[in-house]
């Protein structure tokens, strides 16, 4: 009887201490989702100031431009920040951007307006139902198709800096 005890009483004890930890808020996926935002915001922005002069390069016909890669980005973050705070952007899409300087700019807020309908959701919203591409799913779901496809188009940005001997800023 001793035993049952002294084993009921540390269950009731370790309970006791972990009942703060359960009660503390977790890390929210929100933020881990801005914070990706943030890191490819600085990453295509950063490879947009080191490419200027060759956004007209592609590595060969019928392939995006290194220019056509960041503007997709641009306008990717726009449908999906207007996705998940419900009010899409229905006009015409605006012109290609060529110009270095504003590359940089339309990357940075483009991520901002992102970051700032990301961080915006609470944890019900993620779990609403959206459409994206004419498929049916979560804003969560949309998210990271999203985040997942500008991974890619990252790398693919990568690449086409280094073929040109271009050394990404983050690598020097």
């Known amino acids: 009887m001793k035993k049952i005890l002294t084993q009921y009483g540390a269950y009731v004890l370790a309970v006791a201490l972990m009942m703060p930890l359960a009660q503390a808020q977790p890390t929210k996926i929100q933020a881990a989702f801005g914070d990706d935002a943030g890191t490819l915001s600085d990453k295509f922005t950063g490879l947009a100031r080191v490419m200027s002069g060759k956004y ?80 049916d799913m979560t804003k969560q779901g949309a998210l990271m198709l999203i985040l997942l496809d500008q991974h890619e188009h990252l790398g693919q940005s990568i690449a086409y800096a280094r073929t040109n001997g271009v050394v990404p800023p983050w690598s020097k």
């Open 56 to 135: 007209d390069w592609k590595p060969g016909q019928g392939v995006r431009s290194v220019g056509d890669v960041f503007n997709l980005i641009v306008k990717e973050n726009g449908l999906l920040a207007g996705v998940l705070s419900g009010t899409p952007n229905t006009g015409a899409p605006p012109a290609p951007i060529t110009d270095p300087e504003k590359m940089q700019e339309a990357l940075k807020a483009s991520y901002a307006d992102l970051q700032k309908a990301i961080t915006g959701l609470s944890d019900n919203d993620l779990q609403a139902p959206v459409k994206l591409f004419g498929r």
